[in-house]
Nanobody, 126 residues
């Protein structure tokens, strides 16, 4: 079965940094759209960043709330997706999920993403 396994969450103070990892165990990460989502208690799951590798390049996109602070990247040799988070704010608190789908990589809506990890908790305190 497809597996996405996240790690790297934790508790940090505002202004700190964390790096999340998501290891993909069944598929060539270079051929699918990958994304990070987050869900705060009582709120919907929102897209944070997405990325896809194409021959000769790739694409990335970010939610406005994280632009300039978060960086998504793919290491296709390790079949791993990363999310480097800097200048963390209390509103970044939530459970972070990585997700994948084989279609076009043009939206951070959750619906097209058919494969999900179990989530990793990020807590940012003031």
């Amino acid at each position: 079965l497809p597996q996405l396994v996240e790690s790297g969450g934790g508790s940090v103070q505002a202004g700190g940094s964390l790096r999340l990892s998501c290891v993909v165990s069944w598929y060539d990460i270079g051929s699918v759209c990958m994304a990070w989502f987050r869900q705060a208690p009582g709120k919907e799951r929102d897209g944070v960043a997405l990325a896809r590798i194409y021959t000769g390049g790739g694409i990335t996109d970010y939610a406005d709330s994280v632009k300039g602070r978060f960086t998504i990247s793919i290491d296709d040799k390790k079949n791993t997706l990363f999310l480097h988070m800097d200048s963390l704010k209390t509103e970044d608190t939530g459970t972070y999920y990585c997700a994948a789908h084989g279609g076009g990589c043009y939206t951070m809506q959750a619906a097209p993403f058919g494969y999900w990890g179990q989530g990793t908790q990020v807590t940012v305190s003031s």
